[in-house]
């Protein structure tokens, strides 16, 4: 089974909103057969009208609790691109540029991004609908093999570039 890390855009925001949104994401992608790991169900956020701000004694639990999700993660879904977050960009950039796994952006219905937006060139896939993630994790991701030929190429692509960029910073 595919494991998809759901991250949402969360400080800020209502409670209420964004446990609904968590919790109708969770069943829907469940039923497509995915192992979901999701932030807002791990921190039990409570559905009340308040406003999530986190301590700094709860993040240092959270965040290190988040990037373990990701690391068990397949892949990671941005289910709020359109709201700047600054957790879900770090969670991004540690799940692409670290750990090289697949990212995912799932924009409003009808709300994609310009095709200049760098999205288009550092994101895996682009969608408006939870329906064309399952068609693509399906397709691409589906099974261990497929997820293993998508490392290797993404190895292939990348590895040696990083290494040689890497050396280069000793300047």
């Not at 308040?50 to 999700?69: H, L, P």
């Not at 796994?101 to 219905?109: D, L, N, Q």
């Not at 994609?112 to 682009?126: K, Q, T």
């Not at 093999?145 to 960029?165: C, D, E, G, H």
Request: proline fraction near 3%; hydrophobic fraction near 40%; include cysteine.
């Amino acid at each position: 089974m595919i494991k998809i890390y759901a991250a949402r855009s969360m400080t800020g925001r209502v409670k209420e909103d964004v446990v609904a949104e968590a919790t109708a994401d969770k069943t829907y992608f469940e039923k497509a057969g995915f192992i979901v790991l999701c932030p807002v169900i791990a921190e039990n956020v409570p559905s009340t009208k308040e406003v999530i701000r986190s301590s700094k004694k709860a993040m240092d639990v959270f965040w290190k609790r988040d990037k373990e999700m990701i690391r068990e993660a397949n892949a990671v879904i941005d289910m709020t691109p359109s709201l700047k977050s600054e957790g879900v960009s770090h969670e991004l950039g540690y799940s692409r540029y670290c750990l090289w796994k697949p990212v995912i952006r799932v924009y409003e219905k009808g709300n994609l991004p310009i095709r200049s937006s760098v999205a288009w060139y550092e994101d895996d896939v682009i969608v408006d609908s939870k329906e064309e993630v399952v068609e693509y994790l399906l397709r691409v991701h589906g099974t261990f093999w497929k997820r293993t030929k998508w490392r290797l190429q993404m190895l292939n692509k990348s590895l040696l570039k990083w290494v040689i960029y890497q050396v280069q910073e000793f300047k």
